[in-house]
């Protein structure tokens, strides 16, 4: 399964971005997706992620704001952002997920998300 997220760009402080990560090939139903993100000078973080079956986790940081969800028919997976805030500022990236929690496969280029305040 190769992963390609977008979605992306520039948004003011309290604004809202939905962020696609479309697969391709035959194996995206059977997998989980998560979806992690990179600030200048900061370490990747887990944000959110969804099983296979559409159960959620989310850092707590972004509980509340942040929504993980997937479409299996049009593989892919969304990560809605609302009420985002400048420290949201980010590369995001989206990955493979298996069920025991271990993320595979390429980062990728990710999709840049800028807040302003």
């Known amino acids: 399964v190769q992963l390609q997220a977008s979605g992306g760009g520039l948004v003011q402080a309290g604004g809202s971005l939905r962020l696609s990560c479309a697969a391709s090939?035959?194996?995206?139903?059977?997998?989980?997706i998560s979806w992690h993100r990179r600030a200048p000078g900061n370490v990747r973080e887990l944000v959110a992620s969804?099983?296979?079956?559409?159960?959620?986790n989310y850092v707590d940081s972004v509980k509340g704001r942040f929504v993980i969800s997937r479409d299996n028919a049009k593989k892919t997976v969304y990560l809605q952002m609302n009420s985002l805030k400048p420290e949201d500022t980010a590369v995001y990236y989206c990955?493979?997920?298996?069920?025991?929690?271990?993320?595979?496969?390429?980062w990728g280029q990710g999709t840049q998300v800028t807040v302003s305040s």
């Open positions: 990955r493979g997920r298996t069920l025991q929690g271990t993320d595979f496969g390429p």
């Open positions: 090939g035959s194996l995206f139903s059977i997998i989980g």
């Open positions: 969804i099983t296979n079956r559409g159960v959620t």
